[in-house]
């Protein structure tokens, strides 16, 4: 070949390679679903008192809580979430405006739940589950901030995430939501009844259930033939339970129910774990969401658990 055939080709093949870099740079770009210019939809105060529900509903304080206290509303973060990626620490969601989110506006909390981006435009990484809470309304956004600012003020910021490399770098989060991410309402289902479209949105917005009832595929996201049928964690120390008709079809609706209040198992048994701590937020929200919690549970598809 000669060389000015060579310098030829060498040349291409660097255009094309800056061309898929400038592709691959475009499409994994931070995409906030909401703007500078959508004041309008944030207009309206929230309601703290109903915000408190959907706190419970989303298992807040599970995850952000401060360690080495009992307190459920000192939201200092700081928890460790393990995975194949590295180890995850739950950020400070305290009304502090320095180390919390105490000068977040509506749309800040909006873009974070709905979009998964940051106020300062950086993509969240999914162990934060807003693959599920893009789902919300936005009037419940706003509540649950009316509520967050009614909690103490928590100073100290949680230890930054320790990652493998790779995965350290945010913008790839962005070839992640190529994938899986799929923002949006949940439009009722007219086929149903209105205690099950609650129970739906429920389940799979404010609750995010299928994020730890369900497998997960190599780059984390949920294997679809999987969802709420549970099986081995992906660090492999233990197993996320099926609560699909497949195991727990034996189960009443008011069973299902109990357990969201009680803690207390049809087969004389008691949940564990993290499950433990969803139900101190589930045993505290109305008996009419736990009711149709278990009315959209009760209805799954059964599915198999899938075996390591």
Not at 74 to 83: F, K
Not at 271 to 276: E, I, L, P, Q, Y
């Amino acid at each position: 070949m000669k060389p000015r055939t060579v310098a030829v080709s060498v040349a291409l093949l660097c255009a094309a390679g800056v061309i898929v870099a400038i592709g691959a740079w475009l499409v994994t770009a931070p995409r906030p679903a909401f703007s500078a210019d959508s004041t309008s939809l944030f207009d309206q105060a929230g309601d703290a008192k109903r915000g408190e529900q959907v706190f419970l509903a989303g298992d807040c304080a599970s995850c952000h809580a401060s360690l080495g206290q009992k307190d459920r509303l000192r939201l200092g973060g700081g928890l460790a979430l393990a995975s194949p990626y590295g180890t995850f620490r739950a950020p400070n969601i305290s009304s502090d405006p320095k180390d919390g989110i105490g000068a977040w506006t509506t749309r800040d909390l909006a873009n974070a739940l709905l979009s998964g981006v940051s106020p300062d435009g950086s993509h969240y990484y999914p162990v934060f589950p807003y693959a599920s809470y893009a789902h919300l309304t936005i009037e419940d956004v706003a509540d649950l901030l009316a509520y967050l600012r009614t909690l103490p003020a928590v100073s100290g910021r949680a230890p930054p995430h320790d990652l493998n490399l790779l995965f350290s770098i945010r913008r790839f989060v962005g070839f992640w939501k190529l994938l899986y991410f799929r923002p949006g309402k949940i439009a009722p289902d007219a086929s149903h009844d209105e205690q099950w479209n609650r129970g739906r949105y429920l389940v799979e917005a404010a609750g995010h259930c299928a994020e730890c009832h369900s497998s997960r595929d190599l780059f984390g996201g949920i294997k679809d033939k999987t969802r709420f049928a549970g099986g081995q964690d992906q660090v492999g120390t233990g197993f996320y339970p099926n609560i699909t008709p497949a195991r727990i079809g034996h189960w009443s609706q008011a069973q299902i129910a109990e357990v969201l209040a009680s803690g207390n198992t049809p087969d004389h048994g008691r949940v564990g774990s993290s499950m433990a701590d969803v139900v101190t937020n589930t045993a505290q929200l109305p008996q009419a969401d736990r009711n149709a919690i278990a009315a959209y549970i009760k209805a799954l598809p059964a599915r198999p658990t899938e075996k390591p």
